[in-house]
């Protein structure tokens, strides 16, 4: 039965067939016609990502979506070289009183952690970039977990929950397998367009011409 059918494609205002969740709010349309999916190296916007995905949890990413410029500002463009050198003393009562944001301490205590914590591997791997995309899969998976699937996008597959079983052992937070396979499709490790989605084929194309990053070294992985 083909996404089309069982109704996982949807046409947006234009007409072009999209990924269900993409079609409605203009927001959400944008996102995921320019951003969602396409290959992304750069170390700044990994962190960001992950850690507006950690912001997400319990929360729909359209409210994320439309506070990142605010958690931009509030996090210094999440350079986490900067955010590492927080005094936390003073920055979380200040972070806890930015109305623009999210205002939940342990989602913020957890950024303010995982800035630590990237240093650290960008001094392991040389860059974050080289470590996330080694986790690249190098066919599709499946779903993984408790229970029937019958969605064709998985919530969380075997290399996201290594991922985050490594993350987590790093002393990482808020980044849990359904959280990591996210932050993965979001970036393009993986293309999760539905076949038949207009934007199927270009993110396919710029996947294929994407230099992967390479790591220093792989530690211990």
């Not at 969740?21 to 951003?35: I, K, L, N, S, T």
């Not at 729909?60 to 936390?88: G, M, P, Q, V």
């Not at 979001?186 to 999760?192: E, K, L, P, S």
Request: one cysteine or more; a positive charge.
């Amino acid at each position: 039965m083909s996404d089309q059918k069982i109704g996982y494609l949807k046409a947006g205002e234009d007409g072009q067939p999209r990924c269900w969740w993409g079609v409605g709010d203009a927001e959400y349309c944008r996102y995921h016609d320019e951003e969602w999916g396409r290959p992304v190296d750069n170390d700044e916007r990994l962190f960001e990502k992950i850690c507006l995905e950690g912001f997400q949890s319990g929360l729909s990413w359209l409210t994320i979506l439309r506070k990142r410029e605010n958690f931009r500002k509030a996090f210094s463009d999440f350079d986490f070289h900067a955010i590492a050198r927080f005094d936390e003393a003073k920055e979380l009562p200040r972070l806890l009183g930015d109305a623009g944001i999210v205002r939940h301490r342990g989602k913020i205590e957890a950024t303010l952690n995982n800035a630590k914590r990237a240093v650290e591997m960008e001094k392991e791997f040389g860059s974050l970039s080289g470590y996330f995309w080694s986790w690249e899969p190098q066919t599709r998976e499946s779903h993984t977990g408790k229970g029937d699937w019958s969605h064709p996008v998985p919530g969380m597959t075997n290399s996201s929950l290594a991922l985050s079983k490594d993350l987590k052992k790093r002393g990482w937070k808020f980044f849990g397998p359904t959280t990591a396979y996210a932050f993965m499709q979001a970036m393009g490790i993986v293309n999760d367009h539905l076949k038949g989605c207009a934007f199927y084929e270009a993110t396919e194309a710029l996947r294929k011409e994407f230099v992967r990053p390479a790591m220093k070294h792989r530690g211990k992985l």
